[in-house]
């Protein structure tokens, strides 16, 4: 069964630094999303993506987040310069069609120290 | 804007009991409902999902939902609790159109079960 895959599973990072977390959806999808979950609290969309360009974001993706496809088969979330409050896990999604249900991945388990 | 509201934050039941996990919505027409599970430190899996036709939906792992459009609920049951059924419990709403792929998340329900 296909499947969303994201890498790393577990990135650790200091304080200011940048980091990227790459996702590779299923093949035949257009519509991507990242969302996050700080640790014991619930899963919060942070953005959705179509066609080369956000289609929606809320209100936690602020400038210090951007997302990109910089082929045909990635998908990543770059955060400029991460604080600490950026520790969270982060799923990417993404579904056939913009009606259509969203597949989520594994997620990357963000810690910055 | 849509909102999912799980009333229950913790529950435990013995295992081989019933368990059912309560999920009320708000939304203006029937939203497109979902569960999902996920254990420490791992990612979603869904259990079961709604977008229209019957109201009682089947999932995986012997879980069931039914939409009750009168008590804007999607509850999820299951006739007989495993231990390895300990987890936590999302229900999810999405808006049917453009951009069914967001979902908004309740804030969950930790499942205990007791031997």
């Known amino acids: 069964e296909p499947e969303v895959t994201q890498t790393p599973s577990h990135q650790v990072t200091q304080m200011g630094q940048e980091v990227i977390l790459r996702c590779v959806p299923i093949s035949n999808h257009l519509y991507f999303y990242w969302y996050r979950q700080i640790l014991g609290q619930k899963v919060e969309f942070l953005v959705s993506f179509y066609n080369n360009e956000i289609s929606e974001k809320s209100e936690i993706f602020d400038d210090q987040f951007s997302v990109e496809r910089p082929d045909g088969s990635n998908f990543t979330l770059k955060i400029r310069s991460t604080k600490l409050e950026d520790s969270a896990m982060y799923f990417c999604a993404s579904s056939e069609i913009a009606s259509g249900q969203a597949f989520f991945g594994q997620g990357t388990r963000l810690t910055v120290v | 804007a849509q909102s999912v509201t799980q009333p229950d934050i913790h529950i435990t039941v013995s295992e081989g009991a019933s368990l059912e996990l309560r999920c009320n919505y708000s939304?203006?027409?029937?939203?497109?409902l979902f569960w999902y599970v996920q254990s420490p430190g791992q990612g979603l899996q869904l259990l079961l999902k709604?977008?229209?036709?019957?109201?009682l939906v089947q999932g995986i792992k012997g879980f069931e939902a039914e939409f009750k459009r009168s008590q804007s609920s999607f509850n999820l049951r299951k006739p007989s609790v495993h231990w390895s059924d300990a987890a936590e419990y999302f229900c999810a709403v999405a808006t049917p159109g453009t951009n069914a792929g967001k979902s908004t998340f309740g804030d969950g329900t930790t499942l205990t079960v007791k031997p």
């Open positions: 939304y203006g027409a029937t939203p497109y």
């Open positions: 709604y977008f229209s036709g019957d109201t």
